[in-house]
């Protein structure tokens, strides 16, 4: 029920910007992120944004602090994280997670590469 969009080849200094988007009856009850995940690395959390009803508040790997920012679309049922300033170290599979009380779900992921 997910369904990504974005990523690509970038310069180091660019910008990407990445979407999410899911149902209604998921998107308003959950908590949404995005994970990424670079050759011989684990899967690391970059950004997240919890529920609406929980505030929608944000959080961010320090690595990314300053340069992404994720959001809530709650017209378009996505969520959206701009990537500025990017660097080779941001060369990754980016993930969208979106999980609530009774489900946990993970996109095909989307590859984010940037050149020197």
């Known amino acids: 029920p997910l369904v990504e969009s974005g990523g690509g080849l970038v310069q180091a200094g660019g910008s990407l910007r990445l979407s999410c988007a899911t149902s209604?009856?998921?998107?308003?009850?959950?908590?949404m992120a995005w994970y990424r995940q670079a050759p011989g690395n684990e899967r690391e959390l970059v950004a997240g944004v919890s529920s609406v009803s929980n505030g929608g508040s944000t959080n961010y790997a320090d690595s990314v602090k300053g340069r992404f920012t994720i959001s809530r679309d709650n017209v378009k049922n996505m969520v959206v994280l701009q990537m500025n300033s990017l660097k080779p170290d941001d060369t990754a599979v980016y993930y969208c997670n979106i999980r609530g009380i009774n489900f946990d779900y993970w996109g095909q992921g989307t590859q984010v590469t940037v050149s020197a």
């Open positions: 209604r009856s998921i998107f308003s009850r959950s908590t």
